[in-house]
Nanobody, 118 residues
């Protein structure tokens, strides 16, 4: 499994960014796809996830109503649309995948930096 994340950048508070994660190497119909982030000095945290079939989604409380996770099956790509960004959203964002039968994410993309200025 290969995951390639992109779309990070520098944005002012209140702005928007869309992250993309291009996935390859297998079919993902029974996989959860997740977006994690890690800020300096903090632990990595799960921001949002979805079951590739689209039935199940998760958002951490701090991003509910602002972030949306989605996927384009034809392009094998997962997106994270981030609106109303805040300085505390600043972090390196990673996409990851895990089989639906497993609790552990075992495939990771490289990180993409998101910086939100106040």
């Amino acid at each position: 499994v290969q995951l390639q994340a992109s779309g990070g950048g520098l944005v002012q508070a209140g702005g928007s960014l869309r992250l993309s994660c291009a996935a390859s190497g297998r079919t993902f119909s029974n996989y959860f796809m997740g977006w994690f982030r890690q800020a300096p000095g903090k632990e990595r945290e799960l921001v949002a996830s979805l079951l590739w079939s689209g039935v199940s989604t998760y958002y951490r409380d701090s991003v509910k109503g602002r972030f949306t996770i989605s996927r384009d099956s034809a392009k094998n790509t997962v997106f994270l649309q981030m609106n109303s960004l805040r300085p505390e959203d600043t972090a390196v964002y990673y996409c990851a995948a895990r089989p639906s039968t497993s609790s552990a994410y075992d495939s990771w993309g490289q990180g993409t930096q998101v910086t939100v200025s106040s």
